[in-house]
């Protein structure tokens, strides 16, 4: 538990109006007025300063119930590791007995204190007081760190009881959990992705197995490597583990008592494991180093290498960033050879990613070189094969990208009454699986095309809200972005694909979760990273912008993609490098990093990055 602060002139227990020294923020009441100088408000949460940690100070002698618990929230928003200052404003079995570790309750501005947290009122005697912490929800993170947005109200009771000893006030019953206003949840912690492998995908000739993001939160200023590696070691988050393995043996712990892990300068990071050699083989040993160097590289970008070492500092292995990326297929780390797109006939063309020049040439093959007026296309993870849909919006065909291929018949159909109830933009994931909806009103539906070429499956979605209105797949195969609508109104939503596991089911998507619930409007998708999208998006009242979302509703760090007017369709690689390419009034313009937006062709429409 903790809350929003804004600091005043005037100190009092368990405010934050202290000083910041050597990297160091003190939150305390007791902290002595200066005799000099100008006087002026304090923020007691500190902006993001790199290296500055905040410290609480412990309950002020004498203090009432109302500046214990004030004393208590502050606290909680510090950086202390194992919140041994907050359990010094509890009893000595309630401080035993509280959890904090179990959630992270949100608050859109912190928790208020109800009532007065005065002794003596109601009921209760003079040496006791009950008081309640409310506020509006916003998300909470479970014990596994992951984050989940919340509505309603919060309401919870504190007790306090006075020492007949020593007559100090202290907390004696109070919930399991900490929380926080919004901004210092920003404050206190960060997003990071761990990583696991798809339970049953692989790519290519070698069958790698394919990197998924799990993202967590941690508390960003208390060694959060070493917390990383833990959370990673203890598996992925409960909606996300039916389709994810992980290659450390079932038990795999940090040895005892290790913390503050931290590359050397050689930039490698050493991880000392409860494990013994025979326990593991050197593919085993190469996957789990793989596992901690793409987690740990969101810590520690310069991070080079890892070595995973044994019981008596036996070494197991060590890989470097060279090795983990042909170890497993990850998303973020395959850059794009080209950037494809319809040209003002129609057709499809493509023009090299990086290339500072405008000019695009058509694809060979029919998409590219034939007669077929197109609406959408999608073109596979390794730019063999394309998807087209064409006959306004009503057939999806495939075909290979070189000449003289041919068209076929289309492999989806729609019976769709106008474009906008036909099918989607298609979109394919690592495995080869292409992916569209049919976005008929009387019945839209989600399919799946193994390997681009198999009969159509319908996919089940047991918990579908309402209508599919846009479909983008993962590249790890495992998650799908949906736009629903329903009442007129459109959300955002990440599912989990299940595959046949052999009873018969066919695939599925299960578990729905809202990735942005402020929008109401969603118009356009693309996934922009491991665990990140890039949508065109309205809020209750505001007008369409474009923005980044996570798949677990949090809210991102750092500035928006500049203002875009008009924006009908998106491209986002999951390579973070690659521009940012939309379809806007000006026609096809894209983003590179650091520039504004340009002029890329004013006829073109309906641009896609591979995927």
Not at 89 to 109: D, G, K, Q
Not at 442 to 454: D, N
Not at 489 to 506: A, E, P, V
Request: glycine letters at 10%; one cysteine or more; hydrophobic letters at 35%.
């Amino acid at each position: 538990m903790g809350a929003d602060r804004r600091g005043g002139a005037r100190p009092r227990p368990g405010r934050a109006v202290a000083y910041a020294a050597l990297g160091t923020v003190l939150l305390s009441g007791c902290a002595s007025m200066p005799d000099s100088g100008d006087l002026r408000n304090v923020e007691s949460t500190p902006r993001q300063d790199t290296g500055v940690r905040v410290f609480a100070m412990p309950p002020a002698e004498g203090a009432g119930p109302a500046e214990i618990m004030q004393g208590f929230l502050e606290a909680l928003t510090s950086d202390d590791p194992a919140y041994d200052t907050a359990r010094k404003y509890l009893t000595s079995a309630a401080a035993h007995n509280w959890r904090p570790e179990r959630s992270t309750t949100v608050l859109a501005n912190g928790p208020s204190i109800e009532p007065d947290c005065r002794p003596g009122t109601g009921s209760e005697p003079t040496s006791s007081v009950t008081c309640v912490l409310a506020g509006s929800r916003v998300a909470t993170v479970d014990s596994q760190q992951a984050y989940e947005p919340v509505g309603g109200s919060y309401r919870k009771k504190v007790h306090l009881t006075r020492d007949p000893k020593n007559g100090q006030w202290r907390i004696d019953a109070l919930p399991d959990g900490v929380v926080m206003g919004k901004s210092d949840f920003q404050r206190n912690y960060t997003s990071v992705d761990k990583y696991y492998f798809a339970s049953d995908t692989t790519v290519g000739s070698t069958r790698d197995p394919v990197a998924v993001a799990d993202p967590v939160f941690v508390r960003s200023k208390v060694d959060p490597m070493t917390q990383m590696v833990r959370s990673l070691l203890s598996g992925p988050t409960r909606w996300l583990g039916p389709v994810v393995r992980s290659s450390f043996p079932t038990g795999t712990a940090l040895q005892k008592d290790v913390s503050g892990l931290a590359p050397d300068d050689q930039n490698k990071l050493t991880v000392p494991l409860n494990l013994k050699g025979a326990e593991v083989t050197a593919t085993k040993c190469t996957e789990m180093a793989t596992q901690l160097l793409f987690t740990l590289r969101n810590l520690a970008p310069t991070l080079e290498s890892v070595e995973l070492q044994g019981v008596g500092g036996h070494r197991l292995c060590d890989l470097n960033e060279e090795r983990a990326e042909v170890t497993a297929w990850r998303g973020s780390a395959k850059s794009p050879e080209n950037l494809y797109y319809l040209d003002g006939k129609h057709r499809l063309v493509r023009m090299p990613t990086g290339s500072t020049t405008t000019s695009a040439v058509p694809v060979p093959g029919p998409l590219g070189e034939g007669g077929k007026a197109l609406e959408s296309v999608a073109v596979s993870r390794d730019e063999h094969s394309a998807a087209g849909v064409g006959g306004q919006g009503r057939s999806l065909y495939v075909t290979s990208l070189a000449s003289g291929g041919s068209l076929g018949q289309a492999l989806v159909s729609s019976q769709g009454a106008t474009l906008d109830d036909r099918l989607t933009t298609p979109s394919w994931d690592a495995r080869g699986d292409l992916w569209v909806a049919d976005r008929d009103s009387r019945r839209s539906r989600l399919y799946v095309l193994e390997q681009g070429v198999a009969k159509p499956e319908e996919v089940a979605v047991p918990d579908l809200p309402g209508r599919i209105r846009d479909a983008r797949v993962a590249a790890d195969g495992v998650r799908i972005a949906l736009v629903v609508e329903k009442a007129g109104k459109q959300s955002l939503l990440i599912g989990r694909i299940q595959h046949d596991d052999g009873t018969g089911q066919g695939t599925s998507v299960v578990e729905l979760r809202s990735a942005a619930p402020d929008l109401e409007q969603v118009s356009a998708l693309s996934w922009a990273g491991d665990s990140r999208l890039l949508v065109v998006g309205r809020e209750q009242g505001g007008v369409l912008q474009l923005r980044y979302v996570q798949v677990d509703g949090s809210t991102l760090d750092g500035p928006a993609p500049g203002a875009l007017t008009g924006v009908k369709s998106i491209a986002a690689s999951e390579d973070e490098r690659v521009p940012l390419v939309a379809c806007s009034e000006d026609g096809i313009v894209r983003l590179p990093s650091g520039s504004q937006w340009q002029k890329v062709d004013k006829d073109g429409t309906a641009p896609v990055y591979p995927g």
